[in-house]
């Protein structure tokens, strides 16, 4: 095990604040490199204090890449950070491999930890030292926007892991169904014309369509005004969160009550959701329990049961089919449509996904194990999330307390900790040509002796990290995955299409936190196949 770092001095800061009556409050964010423009329009008061010498002293022990670790330097600094994402991770990966090193964003220092040792230290820690849900919670706005409720207790990831994923097999047809109208409906393509569609926004509404089959059920997941909103509710979340970042905390709640666009979005979701879940809370559901045969198998009947044993309102229930929202669409669309952008620059791979498609289906039907039996489009799906996957960095973690890593590092409370995915799936000691972008690579690894399993696009180690590892593992990406295969399989077999441009090889946009945004100009070309083919 590495030697802890020495601590060195800390540089003293003046701090500007207001409203700050203690050395505790000035402590508590001490380790910022920089403040808002709120702290800074809104002083009255400039005072020089040095900070928790113990905290800094700890946060600028770990190096620093990017630029000066110097307070107010550190914020143009963070501005630069912003357009050179992959090169400032990329150095820190180089340098610190195996270690730590922290770059500065425009409210706060991020610790970025690498190698397997690291990142399965990383998610083994508890909430208690580690927290993801504080350090989602805090990037996002969400007890601000949304509210606590559906954070202080969050069963409803526990109804992911054991009632979806247990249930997928039984879910399928309602999603082969439910794809199949809703492509037809959004790709109104004949085998004489090219179609242009939109990428991003087409996929949005099948994608939508196809998860709320799953979330709400019929009808309401086939209503046009629920369905803009469950889409528009990711987009609100993430304005919101960027404008939160202008005020100090302690204003944040009156801006968001002010300028909220999620609690708008919430204010207009929660009347479709409501009735709903009135009509299938009645008497009737306490009496016939399990015995309730045109009971339905979806996550709205799975959460409500749950609730109602907590006395649970029916607000706070929508909120969390809301949350599901976000979590699910946005992701999955972007999947969906840099996938499909990557097979139009790569015609030559469509050909054996066709057949091998076309075996599989004709053998086990559209069904959970034929999903199972599609190594080549699980692979494609697993290329894509190596090469361009959702985001550059994964697995945030707020410390709650100060805490030791492995190697020594002492990391201060309030300090967001993540693992570099970008530097992970980019690494050539792991992967053989990291930079190409290569279908198959994971379907042919299958093939090997005793590794039929083993690299497929659920599946999770410290070299493939997109979804996570340890505690906080991505629970919804047994779905995910059989969502994006039967709309992709889908697609595949019924239609050509190719790209409206002459575009690069780079369609992504890649954010540190993800997800992903593919430029809503992106466009590709559709054409049904005809029968003959």
């Not at 820690?125 to 509210?147: C, H, M, N, P, Y």
């Not at 960027?242 to 009156?254: C, E, I, S």
């Not at 985001?391 to 973690?397: A, D, Q, S, V």
Request: net charge neutral; hydrophobic share 40%.
């Amino acid at each position: 095990m590495k030697s802890p770092r020495p601590l060195v001095a800390p540089r003293l800061e003046a701090v500007k604040f207001l409203g700050l009556q203690s050395r505790r409050n000035l402590s508590s964010i001490s380790h910022r490199p920089h403040y808002t423009r709120a702290h800074i329009l809104n002083t009255k008061v400039a005072t020089a204090v040095p900070p928790n010498l113990q905290e800094a002293n700890a946060l600028y022990a770990i190096p620093t890449v990017g630029g000066s670790s110097l307070p107010f330097l550190s914020y143009i600094v963070a501005h630069k950070n912003m357009r050179n994402n992959k090169e400032l991770l990329q150095e820190g990966y180089r340098k610190y491999y195996g270690t730590t090193f922290k770059f500065a964003t425009l409210s706060d220092w991020i610790v970025v930890v690498s190698g397997p040792d690291m990142i399965n230290d990383l998610g083994r820690r508890s909430d208690e030292e580690l927290s993801f849900i504080e350090s989602t919670s805090q990037a996002l706005q969400f007890r601000v926007t949304v509210g606590p409720e559906p954070f202080v207790n969050q069963y409803h990831i526990g109804v992911i892991k054991d009632k979806l994923t247990r249930n997928l097999p039984v879910i399928m047809p309602g999603v082969i169904e439910e794809l199949s109208l809703a492509v037809t409906e959004h790709i109104p393509a004949n085998d004489q014309e090219w179609l242009e569609i939109e990428t991003m926004e087409t996929m949005k509404q099948i994608i939508a369509r196809i998860s709320s089959r799953v979330f709400v059920g019929l009808p309401l997941c086939r209503n046009e005004d629920y369905l803009d909103l469950a889409i528009s509710f990711a987009s609100a979340i993430a304005s919101d969160s960027r404008m939160l970042t202008w005020f100090p905390a302690y204003l944040k709640p009156a801006a968001a009550r002010l300028f909220s666009n999620v609690a708008r979005n919430l204010s207009n979701a929660v009347p479709h959701l409501l009735p709903v879940i009135a009509s299938r809370r009645s008497d009737s559901m306490k009496e016939r329990g399990e015995e309730w045969s045109d009971k339905q198998d979806d996550m709205l009947q799975w959460i409500m049961e749950i609730a109602q044993a907590r006395n649970e309102s029916d607000l706070v229930i929508a909120k969390r089919i809301m949350m599901l929202n976000f979590a699910a669409i946005h992701t999955s669309s972007t999947s969906a449509s840099v996938v499909l952008h990557r097979l139009a620059e790569h015609p030559e791979c469509i050909a054996p996904l066709r057949e091998e498609i076309e075996t599989v289906v004709q053998e086990e039907g559209w069904t959970k194990a034929a999903m199972g039996k599609m190594w080549k489009l699980d692979s494609l799906l697993r290329e894509y999330q190596r090469h361009d996957g959702i985001g550059l960095i994964t697995m945030p973690r707020k410390a709650m307390k100060d805490v030791t890593l492995l190697d020594g590092t002492l990391v201060p409370r309030g300090t967001t900790v993540v693992a570099t995915s970008h530097g992970t799936h980019r690494d050539s000691t792991i992967y053989d040509d990291p930079e190409v972008f290569d279908p198959f690579r994971f379907s042919r690894m299958r093939e090997a002796e005793g590794e039929s399993t083993k690299h497929q696009f659920v599946n999770i180690s410290t070299d493939y990290i997109p979804f996570g590892v340890g505690r906080h593992a991505c629970p919804g990406r047994f779905f995910a995955a059989n969502e994006l295969k039967s709309l992709l399989a889908h697609l595949i077999l019924n239609y050509d299409f190719k790209r409206a441009d002459d575009g690069d090889d780079e369609p992504l946009s890649v954010n540190f936190w993800g997800p992903s945004f593919l430029p809503e100009e992106m466009k590709i070309l559709f054409r049904k196949r005809k029968a003959e083919e």
